[in-house]
């Protein structure tokens, strides 16, 4: 079934649902972006919340859409549905009380239904916050964290965690350099083509693989390292967040005596 008729379908079961007051679509459809490939993002609104009455209302409404061979009620979070049908159309839910809408904003989701008036009383736009230095800094120092953990992959020949590790590093990195572009609208996690710019999909194309063997472990941990740190170095300054020196340095001195690792980057 086409996403249009998907969602025609749904708004159209619930509209005269009992409890049933605002159908919204959120997501990539709520603000325009979305593409052949997004799955269908909904906010429902009931009088009730996020009942056991509600969940089996959204149920029929998208068991008419097709055959339902995914279902999560409320296991994620206690308020969202995730199903995915026989055609792999994917719908998410978030079902909410009438005063839970606060985290809405109009120009986040579009009415499909809206008994109520709720969304003349929504904000027009979120409010832009800035980086979360907390966060940051936990990323900057985790990233240090799994680098010297590599003594212990090597050490122990544990190769195959070592590509855990790797992998780690990769979305420390992905999330560093989306950071750095202050994308809006973000959206999920298969968007990352437009959340980064060109120079920084060449990079991370031109990063090793993750191989599980002595040499290729090391080489790669270097290259990240060389890739991640001067420009988490950078936005740290920006930001005005202490970068963790110490810490940083202890590393070094560790992979170097364990290893023979010298720091890829110069600090300075």
Known sequence: ??????????????????????????????????????DIDFVMVAIDGASDEAAETWRNAVSRTGDIVLWWDRSVRPAIINAITEDWTRTDVVIQKPDQLTWLTKDGVKPLFDHDGLFDSLPDTAEKGGPNPARLKYQFEEFIRIV?????????????????????????????????????????????????????????????????????????????????????????????????????????????????????????
């Not at 079961?13 to 593409?35: E, Q, T, V, W, Y």
Request: proline share 6%; net charge negative; glycine share 6%.
């Open 1 to 38: 079934m086409r996403q249009n008729d998907v969602i025609d379908t749904i708004a159209t079961a619930l509209r005269d649902a009992p409890g049933i007051r605002a159908l919204f679509l959120s997501g990539s459809h709520g603000n325009g972006l979305a593409d052949d490939y997004s």
């Open 148 to 268: 010297g953990l590599l003594h212990l992959a090597i050490g122990r020949k544990e190769y195959i965690n070592g590509v855990a590790g790797l992998f780690h590093l990769r979305n420390l990195l992905v999330d560093l350099l989306i950071e750095e572009t202050a994308a809006p609208n973000r959206g999920g996690v298969l968007h990352l083509n437009r959340l980064i710019t060109q120079e920084q999909k060449e990079l991370l194309m031109s990063l090793p693989p993750a191989v599980p063997e002595h040499d290729a472990l090391i080489s790669a941990n270097v290259a990240y390292a060389r890739a991640y740190l001067p420009r988490a170095r950078k936005l740290a300054q920006q930001q005005n967040i202490d970068w963790p020196e110490r810490f940083e340095a202890a590393t070094w001195k560790l992979l170097n005596a364990s290893l023979g690792i010298i720091r890829p980057y110069d600090p300075d």
